[in-house]
Structures are given as C-alpha cells and as structure tokens.
C-alpha cells in the first residue's frame, strides 16, 4: 500500500475517558473484519486482563481499520505517566494523535503528560470531545480548558489550529457539531483523521530502517519486533542488519512478516515504507534496536527514557510459608523473571546487590512497579518486597530529589483538611479552583512526601477524593519526610487465627486478617491505634471450664478487617516491613520475624 494511503494515529486519553470504547466504534464500523470471538466482546482493545480489570491501559497496542480504501493503524498509549516509558516510544510510530476529552471532566493530568510528548514530536492533533450525551456535559467549558491547556504546553500556531470533533462512543456517534441527534456514526471522525493527519513522510528509495518500538513473543516463530518502516522496503525472508543499542551488529533473516488488520497481525511477503511491521528472525532483539540493510547500514537514533524515579528490592520468600503458594520461588526464577521484563519495559530497570537472593527494581513510580508485582503473581511467582524508595542525585555537590505536579479533586468541606496534611509532607500549593462545591486543587510536592498519602485521601475526603500526579522533575532534596507513620499489630506464635483471639486484638487497632487464617509469629495482622508495634496472640483460643462466670452468653461483635489490595499493602509498610506477594494472598511482616532479632536490631539502631 502506497505511504499517501496511510494515516498513524496515537489515541491520548486519561483514564475512563472512553478511549477504548471509541477505538471498539471505530474498528466495528470500518471496513476490517474480527476474527473470533473478537466480533462479539466489548472494550477489546484491553486485550489484558489486569487492564480489564482496572479500566486503564497499560501496554501499548497496535490496531488496523481500512476505511474507504485508507489503511489507518491505531496506536493504543497508556493513559498514566507510570507507563511514560510506553508512551515515549511508540509516539514515535504516529504521525498525529486524536486527544481524547470527557465533555463533563476536562482535560485531566494524565492527559497533558502524554499530549506534551505528543506536541514535543510535532504530531497533529485532533481533539475529541467524547460522552457529549452526559446531562452533566460541559461542552465548550471542556473545549476552552483543552484551549488553555495546548497555550500551557507551547503548542506551535499550526498545532493550536487544531480540528474538533464530538463524540458519543458509548453510542457509537461522531459529529463536527455538539449535536448528538444529527450524528449517526463516526464517519465524520473517520473523514477528519484522512483529511487532517498526514500520511507518513518515507523515503522509500533509501537504504531499510526499521526501528524496534515493541515486543511480543510467539511460541512458533519467537520474538516479534514491531516498529514503523520509516525508510526502505522489507521483504519475507530477507537478509537484514540487526543493530543493537551497545553498538554491536549482526545478520539475520526474516523468518517471519506480518501487518496489522483489526488487533491481529497477519501474514504478509512485504512492507512498505510508512506502515508498521512485525517480524521474526532475531532472537536477541531489544527495544531500541534497528533492523537495517546489510550492506548500506543506517541505525536510527537511539531511544531516549526518562529514567525511573522509585525503587524497591525484591527479595526471595522466606517466611515459613515459603513454597507452599507459589509455583516460581528461587532466586533462579526470579532473577530471570525480572530480566526477562527488560526486554520489553524500557523505563525498567534491575539491578543485583550484595545479597544473592535480593535485587533492586527501579521504576517510573509506585503503580509502574505495582503492575509488575501483580503481573508476576499471576504468572505462579512467591516473593517478597521492601519499601518504596525514591532515587536520588547528586548535581553540583546537592542532593537532588524527585518532584510531582499533585491533582486533588475534593469537595470544599474537605480542602482544609487536605492542605494540612499536604503541607506536612512538604506539599506547596500551586494553584486552586472552587467551582460547583468542588475544589480542584494543584501542588508540588517531593515524591516521598506522596508515599502512603492516597488512603489519607479517602479517609480526609470520606471517599470522594480523587487524585492524580505528574512527574515535575527534580529539584533539591527537602529531607526525610515521615509520610506513613503508624504501629502494627504483629503476631506473637504461629497457628490460625481464632474468633477469640482475634476479639481481643481488635481493641488495639485495626485488623487486616479473618478468622481461620493461617498465621505466622512476625506476620502483621493489623495496624495498632497507636504509633508503635505491639505482639498480639491472634492464634488465643478461649478455654472451656464446668463454670459458669457472669455474663456468660453476652455475644461479642468481630469487626470487619481490613482486607489489604497489593498498592495499599505497599503504601503502609514501613521500612522494617515486607509485603510477602503470592498466588494466593498478599500478606505483610517484618523483615525480622523473631522478636528477640527486631529487640537487638532496635538498640543496636539506637
């Protein structure tokens, strides 16, 4: 297919924006056929179940619509700027990016993350004011923010003339004008993505580029490179250049071809300049690699990542339930696990320490690594991990720390109390808006400062917080911040957790386990009400005698516990803490499970 037949659109959207949604409107009403049980399932663009699950996208995926004989291929970019090591590269693979703005909500802060990259490569915008058939639509509110917002990022004259298009996707409806009863399908979406995104700019007499922007492995033909054939031809089995990114080349053979039609890749004995390929034939391909001519090499420009800003240790499971969870749980499987995960995160980085069974892993922020963690359990690993930390500089003889850009979403009752407890974590408000009885609220605060924070919200806002950050960059380092202080209820012996025994801890505090858990001595099973650690017997069985005390009979009430989820786990552990990650259960201990260890480590400290 010619290059002036081709469009290479981005989709930037924040979370539950209707990105997704819209993408399903697009390919079922184009000319592309759905293999399977493609044809029948809604929000198929979250291929993955995590992203199911949690409505956001975090890998990158490419799909394809052919729409009166233009092929335009979609660029799926996660909407959370802990996946910015996704969102840098395979912006690279677009000529233009429809930006996606809910009518009611605005432009949110996710959003301008990805469009500032998208803006910094020049690509042509298209705003799409999505889910106009909400009553509590905003429409040219929404419109005037995304206008401000283009003016905030530097946006060039060409790209604040940008087109605009209204959209229902729910309803399957696009339209130039807000009106939701003329629209009928998204034929004028379709129309402004031919007539306003270029078609890619290739050479196609040059020497073969092809730039490796993502991965994905198959059990027949193995690793397969996807990127956009930004010069040159490729043809099935032709000899390339593998360039890696130390410099290093190699030939090899293209074994297998394939172009994108719908989500799925299909075989083809070509490609052109312009489109984007996958193929197979290097078993050692990396992102940021190039596949080139043998004979007229020409590597493209290396891929350059923000580097990660937060770090934790994982470490090998050794508490007395080691190995009767989990189906992966050496440090064999784990090392290889985790360097397996660089071959496709590139925000990613693993690093070994003095400790065989304990490795460093540095992400872009707490839900980067979050996912990691959830995608390995699901896959039969049993691990433990530390603390998150945030990475330090040193520029200019100072110690340099990383900063966020926080959104708060509060009601107005609440911004008293969010600000205090912003501020003590050496929060400085930036910016502030009341409108409706809600407050929109924007602060710099050091990346530490935020570790722990988001129940705080939930707690202060009665559940309606809503909160959303921004890596802002580094600045000097503000000191230790105690962002998470609490005392935890540890197990003092081994044995199930009792009704009984677990009557009597409830008074100190908080529970995190139920009645029948196996329990472990070092296990934490909830958090004291007050600010330091106490052993509980949670295993306490009440005993049996032939009499009869007074109150004999007057039933006692088990409060419901607080069942813990994998980022709430990590936000309240302290640094002498683990969360213990398995298959089955997320459960949180000391690092030392012994009292007597954590009683010589306490003086020992002091």
Same mark, same amino acid.
Request: net charge negative; charged share 25%.
């Given at each position: 297919?010619? &290059?002036?037949? =081709? +469009?290479?659109?981005?989709? @930037?959207?924040?979370v %539950?924006?209707?990105?997704t949604?819209?993408?399903? /409107? $697009?390919?079922?009403?184009?000319?592309?056929?759905?293999?399977?049980?493609?044809?029948s399932?809604?929000?198929i663009?979250?291929?993955n179940?995590?992203?199911r699950?949690?409505?956001?996208?975090?890998?990158?995926?490419?799909?394809?619509?052919v729409?009166?004989?233009?092929?335009?291929?979609?660029?799926?970019?996660?909407?959370?700027a802990?996946?910015?090591?996704?969102?840098?590269r395979?912006?690279?693979m677009?000529?233009?990016?429809?930006?996606?703005?809910d009518?009611?909500?605005?432009?949110?802060p996710?959003?301008?993350?990805?469009?500032?990259?998208?803006? &910094?490569q020049? =690509? +042509?915008?298209?705003?799409? @004011?999505?889910?106009? %058939?909400?009553?509590?639509a905003?429409?040219?509110? /929404? $419109?005037e923010?995304?206008g401000d917002?283009?003016?905030?990022l530097?946006?060039?004259?060409?790209?604040?003339?940008?087109s605009?298009?209204?959209?229902?996707?729910?309803?399957?409806?696009?339209?130039?004008?807000?009106?939701?009863?003329?629209?009928?399908?998204?034929t004028?979406?379709?129309?402004?993505?031919?007539?306003?995104?270029?078609?890619?700019?290739?050479?196609?007499?040059?020497?073969?580029?092809?730039?490796?922007v993502a991965l994905a492995?198959?059990?027949?033909?193995?690793?397969?490179?996807?990127?956009?054939?930004?010069?040159?031809?490729?043809?099935?089995?032709?000899t390339?250049?593998?360039?890696?990114?130390d410099?290093?080349?190699?030939?090899?053979?293209?074994t297998?071809?394939?172009?994108?039609?719908?989500?799925?890749?299909?075989?083809?004995?070509?490609?052109?300049?312009?489109?984007i390929?996958?193929?197979a034939?290097l078993p050692?391909?990396?992102?940021?690699?190039?596949?080139?001519?043998p004979?007229?090499?020409?590597?493209?420009?290396?891929?350059?990542?923000e580097?990660?800003?937060?770090?934790?240790?994982?470490?090998?499971?050794?508490s007395?339930?080691?190995?009767?969870e989990?189906?992966?749980?050496?440090?064999?499987?784990?090392?290889?696990?985790?360097?397996?995960?660089?071959?496709?995160?590139v925000?990613?980085?693993?690093?070994?320490?003095?400790?065989?069974?304990?490795?460093?892993?540095?992400g872009?922020?707490?839900?980067?690594?979050?996912?990691?963690?959830?995608?390995?359990?699901?896959?039969?690993?049993?691990?433990a991990?530390?603390?998150p930390?945030?990475?330090?500089r040193?520029?200019?003889?100072?110690?340099?720390?990383?900063?966020?850009?926080?959104?708060?979403?509060?009601?107005?009752p609440?911004?008293?109390?969010?600000?205090?407890?912003?501020?003590?974590?050496?929060?400085?408000l930036k910016?502030?808006?009341?409108?409706?009885?809600?407050?929109?609220?924007?602060f710099?605060?050091?990346?530490?400062?935020?570790?722990?924070?988001?129940?705080?919200?939930?707690?202060?806002?009665?559940?309606t917080?809503?909160?959303?950050?921004?890596?802002?960059?580094?600045?000097?380092?503000?000191?230790?911040?105690a962002?998470?202080?609490?005392?935890?209820?540890?197990?003092?012996?081994?044995?199930?957790?009792?009704?009984?025994?677990?009557?009597n801890?409830q008074?100190?505090?908080?529970?995190?386990?139920?009645?029948g858990d196996?329990?472990?001595?070092?296990?934490?099973?909830?958090?004291?009400?007050?600010?330091?650690d106490?052993?509980?017997?949670?295993?306490?069985?009440?005993?049996l005698?032939?009499?009869?005390?007074?109150?004999?009979g007057?039933?006692?009430?088990?409060?419901?516990?607080?069942l813990?989820?994998?980022?709430?786990?990590?936000?309240?552990?302290?640094?002498?803490?683990l969360?213990?990650?398995?298959?089955?259960?997320v459960r949180?201990?000391?690092?030392?499970l012994?009292?007597?260890?954590?009683?010589?480590?306490?003086r020992?400290?002091?």
């Open positions: 297919m010619a &290059a002036t037949q =081709l +469009r290479n659109v981005a989709i @930037i959207a924040h %539950d924006h209707g990105k949604t819209l993408v399903d /409107a $697009l390919i079922r009403q184009s000319e592309t056929k759905l293999a399977g049980d493609m044809a399932r809604e929000r663009l979250d291929s179940e995590l992203e699950e949690r409505g956001i996208t975090i890998f990158s995926k490419n799909a394809a619509v729409w009166r004989g233009v092929k335009i291929n979609i660029i799926d970019t996660p909407g959370h802990d996946f910015g090591g996704e969102v840098e395979v912006l690279q677009a000529d233009g990016a429809l930006l996606l703005i009518a009611q909500e605005g432009p949110m996710q959003t301008l993350f990805v469009l500032k990259k998208a803006l &910094a020049g =690509l +042509r915008i298209i705003v799409v @004011i999505n889910k106009i %058939d909400r009553p509590a905003r429409v040219s509110w /929404a $419109l923010r995304v917002l283009f003016l905030e530097g946006a060039t004259s060409e790209q604040l003339d940008f605009v298009v209204y959209a229902s996707a729910l309803q399957g409806k696009a339209g130039l004008l807000p009106d939701l009863a003329a629209m009928s399908d998204v004028p979406l379709f129309t402004t993505i031919v007539e306003k995104i270029p078609p890619p700019q290739v050479r196609e007499t040059e020497p073969l580029q092809l730039p490796v492995y198959d059990n027949y033909v193995g690793k397969i490179a996807t990127g956009r054939l930004t010069q040159g031809k490729i043809a099935l089995g032709d390339i250049l593998h360039c890696r990114r410099g290093t080349s190699i030939a090899a053979k293209v297998a071809l394939m172009t994108f039609e719908g989500l799925r890749r299909v075989p083809a004995q070509h490609g052109t300049a312009g489109d390929v996958a193929m034939g050692d391909v990396t992102i940021g690699d190039t596949i080139t001519d004979e007229h090499p020409q590597p493209a420009p290396p891929l350059t990542i580097q990660p800003t937060v770090k934790m240790q994982f470490l090998v499971n050794t007395p339930f080691a190995g009767t989990g189906q992966y749980c050496t440090s064999r499987n784990l090392r290889e696990r985790l360097w397996r995960e660089l071959d496709t995160d925000a990613l980085r693993v690093e070994e320490t003095g400790s065989a069974d304990t490795f460093q892993v540095a872009r922020g707490e839900l980067h690594l979050a996912i990691l963690i959830e995608k390995m359990r699901r896959e039969g690993f049993e691990f991990v530390s603390r930390e945030v990475i330090l040193e520029e200019g003889g100072q110690t340099m720390a990383p900063f966020e850009q926080l959104f708060l979403e509060v009601p107005e609440y911004v008293g109390a969010v600000i205090d407890k912003i501020s003590r974590r050496k929060g400085e910016d502030m808006h009341v409108d409706n009885g809600h407050a929109r609220l924007e710099l605060i050091p990346t530490h400062g935020l570790f722990g924070y988001r129940n705080e919200l939930l707690t202060d806002s009665k559940g917080g809503i909160m959303n950050t921004l890596f802002a960059g580094y600045q000097p380092y503000p000191g230790a911040i962002s998470n202080p609490h005392g935890s209820l540890i197990a003092a012996e081994a044995g199930t957790a009792n009704t009984y025994g677990m009557l801890a008074g100190r505090g908080q529970l995190f386990i139920r009645p196996p329990i472990y001595a070092g296990l934490i099973v909830g958090e004291n009400a007050r600010d330091e106490l052993e509980v017997n949670i295993c306490k069985i009440k005993r005698s032939n009499m009869r005390s007074k109150g004999e007057v039933s006692e009430k088990l409060d419901e516990p607080r813990l989820t994998l980022e709430e786990a990590l936000e309240y552990i302290g640094d002498d803490e969360v213990e990650v398995t298959p089955k259960n949180l201990r000391k690092r030392l012994s009292s007597i260890e954590r009683t010589r480590a306490k020992a400290a002091a």
